[in-house]
């Protein structure tokens, strides 16, 4: 079902199944779990070894939708056993009806949400390419995407005459990183500690790691040579107006 | 009445849920009832019940055991947030759930990041200050001995010496720096603005009875497993129970019912099996945060207030507010790591006060925050646009960032409300639909406090700077007043139009500051507490309204908190 998304750009080192990418070589928070709590231990480790079973998507909307995600959150660079399951997660929510604890007022329930947003995408790639989205090239895919994450559908399509498509985007694209950037596998490839209870970190100030972490080993990185999704220019602002953030408080 | 065992209950990794808890039966009269057991709700259980009155106080979440319920992990911590349905929108929808409403006993207490400033004395008096707004009833002096009072209990670690606002100092000592902290005291010390490190925030420097100090994890807005973070779940519950109160969780409050001499004689609520029950009670505090609250009171419309118990003003609901929340990242090519220390450790003051040379009202603090990784994704997919290979790349980078918040005083908006939808939730209840707008003087404050900040985070020598705009916590919707044509309830928390119905909790605040709520609305519920135990039985006989100050008891106070702490500066 995976696809991969070469050629890579022909500068930078090799990026391609890699068990670990990011620049922490050697770091793994899993290797630490016999120092958390054991509430913490099962929860991250049942992330790890029980992918939920899809039960709400169809088996059309979970091919559909594992594509899109693909290249929301693309893990071509990751080895095929070190993939991080992300639509799963979306289907357990949807399954679940796990809600957020707020709706928008212009939008439908997350579960019809879902449903429009794949049937809109679905349509668009058979209107621009004659051709189902899982079928279309990468570049392809990711020139849909990316009309959606620009706020302006290419093609237009009826269904974002009803839902704002920047709403859309957004709901799509946190359930992305919530549940890849959630499991300890991208942990290790960003460096991030994990959980620290009882033992903490004594180390607070100039980022300096605790012994049972790694510094970082910098290296470059080239993504697909025809991908879209690499930011243009380093920090520019986005092209649409972006609605607020779902997330935590302060 | 029957007695519960929770041996073996956790409140923190050193304390355990008295046990036996008093337990009262429906057909039971109990003196007040106490809609959530958060912020206020847990400070005014430990407060009447200590008086020795009969207090049940139901909690719609769970009465959380913390090593059991609770993880070191940001996805796993779910459930901490009010996640059923409220519906959101107007020109600036807030996002509501994880952002600003906690669920179970504890409630926001459970997740806040646990900054603990006061207002300032200029915040009680925006409007005679700034024509914009509106005044309380009280002054800061009032509420000033309940701030100290509060800053011992739960207790408040910082500065010894705090210079904005009426100044002060900190009854336990900051905490280390973490490297968020460090750029922000570097960025504003460049541009020569004062800052403060370590506080002030409810996290213990120091062990504190039965609880430990802060281990630097991370994970406060996760709930604290440590017990190091202060929640009212762990700081006035268990003195809540000690003393005879009944903290009734999972039972969901559906109507408050109003007896024909015009006074509230209960609540009607419904327990995890979808059960209804009928609390009786002689009085009857809401405290459940400014959604939960006018949510409820509308709810319970009945023949006389058909627009909603104590609504005669037609301001319930209205003139809710929440904070500009605007996250600067700056990225840095040292290594930051800013999962390390309490997302809340370091913050300045400068701008929070009206300046004439501005073209608006009032102003913002400045403060670190610490998102964990699921949450930073999204800030920069906000902030940046970052989607696909460029999201991997820039989450690659995440220990090279450090995220500061403006944290900016929006006013009271007569059109930013909390109304009824159509729609039910779980228990068949209309849920609440929130409307909210930012107005001319708000989004001039934001876009000058955006800039400011980002200003801090290229001082402090970041090599990009990029922003999100968000908004944090919810505080209005049932405005404390003097004029019962403008206003819910009088200065007490007692509404204007039912003699024994009082609504205590963050939705009472007339204007917001750029403070964060928490300490004021636990020094609000001290001061109603000691008002009702004054009154005494008065509350529950009389329809007379007693306006005289009650004078601070300091015999009430949690174990371990009396006259604990460093000898104050100021």
Not at chain 2, 353 to 377: N, S, W
């Amino acid at each position: 079902m995976k696809q991969k998304s070469y050629p890579l750009r022909p500068t930078g080192g090799e990026i391609r199944d890699l068990a670990q990418p990011g620049y922490y070589s050697g770091f793994s928070t899993l290797a630490q779990k016999k120092k958390w709590d054991e509430t913490t231990r099962q929860v991250v480790t049942e992330r790890v070894e029980k992918v939920p079973p899809l039960r709400f998507f169809s088996s059309g909307e979970a091919e559909l939708l594992t594509a899109i995600v693909s290249r929301v959150i693309p893990q071509d660079d990751r080895a095929a056993d070190r993939m991080i399951p992300v639509h799963p997660a979306i289907d357990e929510r949807l399954f679940k009806n796990e809600l957020n604890g707020f709706r928008y007022e212009d939008m439908p329930p997350d579960r019809e949400a879902y449903r429009l947003g794949l049937k809109a995408i679905d349509e668009m790639a058979q209107k621009r390419f004659h051709e189902p989205f899982v079928s279309l090239t990468v570049h392809r895919q990711e020139l849909i995407l990316k009309s959606l994450h620009d706020g302006k559908p290419d093609p237009a399509h009826r269904i974002w005459q009803r839902m704002p498509v920047h709403r859309f985007w957004t709901l799509l694209a946190e359930d992305c990183v919530t549940a890849y950037y959630s499991h300890p596998w991208a942990w290790d490839e960003i460096g991030f500690g994990g959980p620290a209870y009882p033992r903490g970190y004594m180390r607070l100030e100039n980022g300096l790691p605790e012994p049972w972490e790694v510094d970082e080993q910098r290296y470059d990185w080239n993504a697909p040579v025809d991908s879209l999704s690499e930011l243009d220019e380093q920090g520019a602002p986005p092209e649409q107006v972006l609605p607020q953030a779902h997330g935590s408080s302060s | 009445m029957s007695m519960l065992n929770h041996h073996g209950h956790r409140l923190g990794s050193m304390q355990t849920l008295p046990a036996p808890m008093r337990k009262y039966a429906d057909r039971e009269t109990v003196d007040y009832c106490i809609v959530g057991a958060g912020s206020a709700g847990g400070v005014l259980a430990q407060r009447l019940a200590r008086a020795g009155f009969r207090i049940v106080a139901l909690e719609a979440g769970p009465f959380w055991d913390t090593e059991k319920d609770w993880v070191s992990d940001e996805r796993g911590s779910h459930e901490l947030y009010w996640n059923d349905l409220r519906i959101t929108g107007g020109k600036d929808p807030l996002a509501l759930g994880a952002n600003n409403s906690g669920k179970g006993v504890g409630g926001g207490s459970v997740h806040w990041a646990a900054f603990a400033p006061r207002f300032h004395p200029s915040d009680f008096r925006v409007y005679s200050e700034d024509s914009v707004g509106a005044d309380w009833p009280i002054s800061y002096w009032d509420l000033k001995p309940y701030y100290e009072l509060l800053e011992q209990e739960i207790p408040v670690a910082g500065p010894a010496w705090f210079p904005w606002g009426d100044p002060h100092g900190y009854p336990y000592g900051p905490h280390p720096l973490g490297g968020v902290g460090d750029v922000l005291v570097r960025g504003c010390a460049k541009l020569g603005l004062r800052s403060v490190a370590g506080g002030p925030v409810a996290i213990l420097s120091a062990s504190h009875g039965d609880r430990p100090h802060c281990i630097y994890r991370g994970f406060c807005i996760q709930g604290c497993k440590v017990g190091a973070k202060a929640s009212t779940l762990i700081t006035h519950v268990p003195d809540a129970i000690d003393h005879g109160a009944e903290i009734r969780a999972l039972s969901m409050a559906a109507r408050i019912s109003l007896h024909d001499d015009g006074r509230v004689d209960g609540v009607l609520y419904i327990d995890r099996d979808g059960n209804e029950h009928f609390q009786r009670a002689r009085a009857v505090i809401v405290s459940g945060y400014a959604i939960e609250t006018p949510r409820l009171l509308l709810n319970s419309a009945c023949s006389g207030h058909r627009h909603g118990l104590a609504n005669s003003s037609g301001t319930l609901g209205q003139y809710l507010m929440a904070q500009a929340g605007n996250v600067v990242a700056g990225r840095f090519d040292e290594l930051i790591r800013l999962y390390k220390a309490p997302p809340a450790h370091a913050l300045s003051e400068e701008f929070y006060e009206t300046d004439k040379r501005r073209d608006f009202a009032r102003g913002f603090a400045i403060q670190t925050v610490g998102p964990l990784p699921a949450a930073f994704a999204k800030q920069m997919m906000n902030a940046m646009g970052a989607w696909g290979w460029g999201l991997r790349r820039v989450m690659m980078d995440m220990n090279h960032w450090a995220t500061i918040g403006v944290l900016g005083e929006i006013l009271p908006w007569e059109d930013n409300r909390v109304e009824l939808a159509e729609e039910k939730d779980q228990y068949g209840l209309r849920v609440a639909k929130v409307t909210f707008n930012l107005h001319d003087n708000d989004k001039k404050l934001i876009e000058f406090g955006k800039k400011r900040v980002m200003e801090v985070m290229w001082a402090a020598g970041a090599e990009q700077v990029v922003q999100e705009s968000r908004y944090a916590h919810l505080v209005g919707a049932a405005r404390m007043g003097s004029d019962p044509a403008t206003s819910v309830v009088d200065k007490f928390g007692r509404t204007h139009d039912i003699p024994n119905l009082f609504v205590c909790d963050g939705s009472i605040l007339p204007t917001q500051g750029s403070a964060n709520p928490g300490l004021t609305i636990q020094a609000l519920a001290a001061r109603t507490a000691d008002y009702l135990i004054k009154q005494g039985d008065a509350i529950f006989f009389s329809n007379r309204r007693d306006q005289c100050e009650p004078g601070i008891r300091y015999d009430l106070s949690p174990p371990y908190t009396n006259f604990k702490g460093n000898p104050r500066v100021a």
